[in-house]
């Protein structure tokens, strides 16, 4: 994929649905020092109209394929760090997103997922990481054994393999993304270490006044009732079931960071 990135431009995407009340409650938190901001929404126009780039679907898509949408348009753009966010989440500090930029000229790691809801890992400021990393000037990384994927942030970098989602799947996006990032060992943790900022419930949050959807048990699509049909997609595509991906423990982990580390970072450290 071959496209030209400014240094240092920040681009957000957001994906919504037929929810213009939460959606504007992400919009209000927005920092000013976006750079670029395109919201692709999958359900019906909304009444209002936002200072940004909007792309209307005409009929509903797979998240995955809503998340290209942004991820495309942020790379034509130009865009180093792009930041992709669900309609219901909020952010609760105007320094969120520089923060996680710092995380990864730190750190070499180029994706971080907010852990949110994720089985396991506890909840909001009492979470339960398997590990934590310590790079200096206030950035901590949590590695924990699930994700979420209402927000996630890429260094533009990574999409020079490809790793775009996989417009199939409307479930375990993230999970089949880390998937493939984790077997490069480049700039991933191994599968089942996913990383987070330890602090990320001060700076990221879910909407406290979103009720889930497709979470919703009535729904005939809730992802209870799917997620079986992407499990099997996943077994399709790389002939091994997700628990069946192998768990290569702390101290090979530990040893992967710091070497993603020592070759990415743009810092002079050594852990």
Not at 147 to 162: A, I, K, M, P, R
Request: hydrophobic share 30%; aromatic share 12%; glycine share 4%.
């Amino acid at each position: 994929m071959n496209f030209q990135t400014i240094k240092n431009k920040i681009g957000v995407g957001i994906t919504t649905y037929n929810s213009e009340s939460y959606f504007k409650d992400l919009y209000s938190t927005l920092p000013s020092y976006i750079d670029e901001l395109v919201v692709v929404n999958g359900g019906q126009p909304y009444k209002e109209r936002y200072d940004c780039e909007w792309i209307q679907h005409k009929k509903n898509q797979l998240v995955s394929v809503c998340r290209n949408d942004c991820i495309l348009f942020l790379l034509n753009r130009g865009c180093e760090h792009i930041f992709i966010i669900e309609d219901d989440m909020v952010l609760m500090s105007k320094d969120t997103l520089k923060k996680y930029i710092k995380a990864k000229e730190l750190s070499g790691l180029k994706y971080f997922c907010y852990v949110s809801t994720s089985p396991g890992t506890g909840t909001p400021h009492n979470r339960l990481p398997k590990l934590v990393m310590d790079y200096g000037e206030d950035i901590q990384i949590a590695l924990y054994g699930n994700l979420c994927n209402e927000f996630t942030y890429h260094h533009c970098s990574v999409f020079e393999h490809d790793m775009l989602y996989d417009n199939n799947l409307r479930e375990l996006l993230d999970g089949e993304l880390t998937y493939r990032e984790a077997l490069l060992e480049k700039w991933a943790p191994p599968f089942w270490w996913f990383p987070d900022l330890a602090d990320s419930d001060n700076l990221v949050n879910n909407n406290p006044n979103a009720k889930s959807r497709l979470q919703n048990l009535e729904r005939p699509d809730c992802r209870n009732n799917v997620i079986q049909k992407y499990y099997e997609y996943f077994y399709k595509k790389y002939g091994l079931h997700i628990p069946q991906i192998p768990d290569k423990g702390k101290e090979y982990t530990i040893q992967l960071l710091k070497k993603i580390k020592n070759e990415n970072s743009s810092s002079n450290s050594h852990l």
